[in-house]
Nanobody, 129 residues
Framework: QVQLVESGGGLVQAGGSLRLSCASS????????MSWFRQAPGKEREFVSG????????LYADSVKGRFTISRDSTKATVFLDMNRLKPEDTAVYYC??????????????????????WGQGTRVTVSS
């Protein structure tokens, strides 16, 4: 059974950096799209960033643009999220999502949760002020 497993979360001071990783296991499914979402306490889950298999489509939410960088190692079906200049409002549980469909390379499509078949369990990021 294919699974996505996130790692790299933790506690960091404002202005600091973290790197999140998401690896797939349990199968040879090709994830043509992989994305990060996050859910802050008391808020709905929101899209953070997404990338297609070859990295030709890379999308970011406005709130993280210029501070976060998404990348992936397609040979290992792993996606990374480098988070810099972290702010207290970045505090959330970060989820990795993946799907084997190409879909449409738009922010609207990538940010639609129902377009992803596979989800990780999440990794918690806490940014202290």
């Amino acid at each position: 059974q294919v699974q996505l497993v996130e790692s790299g979360g933790g506690l960091v001071q404002a202005g600091g950096s973290l790197r999140l990783s998401c690896a797939s296991s349990g199968g040879t499914l090709q994830f043509l799209r992989m994305s990060w979402f996050r859910q802050a306490p008391g808020k709905e889950r929101e899209f953070v960033s997404g990338i297609n298999q070859r990295g030709h489509t890379i999308l970011y939410a406005d709130s993280v643009k210029g501070r976060f960088t998404i990348s992936r190692d397609s040979t290992k079906a792993t996606v990374f999220l480098d988070m810099n200049r972290l702010k207290p409002e970045d505090t959330a549980v970060y989820y990795c999502a993946g799907d084997s469909s190409v879909g449409v390379g738009t922010l609207l499509y990538y940010s639609t949760e129902t377009s992803y078949e596979y989800w990780g369990q999440g990794t918690r990021v806490t940014v202290s002020s």
